[in-house]
């Protein structure tokens, strides 16, 4: 069997890399570009919500929008109804980095998809979204604390 994983696994860092070098003169590190693209794109969005989303722990989802809050990219607000639930916003810098993050993903989709014919995308788009689909289901079951069998 063709080891798939390693395949994604090695894209996956190697943009994660990238966007991390590009975005450094921002004070965007470690990912954090991910949090604030979902929040620029869902404002309002909760912390838990976000993390299950970006597939990460609270704690590291609290990290880095901690990170996000202090360098001044979001703000945290107060549901009107539950005082207890704080949702995210995008502030104004975080609104105007959100543009040139967008860029990025596009420019890099670009070359990643390069030589694909619409038809190959479409299929490639397809069996990604059922591995990930698949992988969800592990990721639910161990982060509940339970240990898989291989």
């Known amino acids: 069997m063709k ?8 894209i996956a860092r190697a943009l994660d890399s990238v966007s991390n070098i ?3 003169e921002y004070d965007l590190t470690k990912g954090q570009y991910l949090y604030l693209v979902r929040i620029c794109e869902q404002p309002g969005i909760i912390q838990e919500k976000l993390a299950e989303m970006i597939k ?4 590291t989802a609290a990290r ?7 360098n001044g990219f979001i ?10 639930i ?5 502030t104004e810098k975080g609104e105007n980095v959100y543009p040139l ?7 890099s989709n670009t070359v990643a998809l390069q030589g694909f014919s619409e038809t190959e995308m479409e299929t490639i788009f397809n069996l990604l ?17 339970n240990k898989r069998t291989y």
């Open 101 to 107: 993050i967008k860029r990025e993903n596009e420019y």
């Open 64 to 70: 880095s929008i901690k990170k996000l809050e202090m």
């Open 129 to 145: 979204q059922k591995v990930r689909k698949n992988i969800e289901k592990d990721w639910e079951f161990v982060k509940k604390g």
């Open 22 to 24: 590009e975005f450094k």
């Open 3 to 10: 080891d798939i994983l390693r395949e994604i696994g090695m």
């Open 56 to 59: 990460v722990d609270r704690t």
């Open 75 to 84: 703000e945290k607000r107060e549901d009107q109804q539950n005082k207890k």
């Open 86 to 90: 704080k949702k995210l916003f995008p």
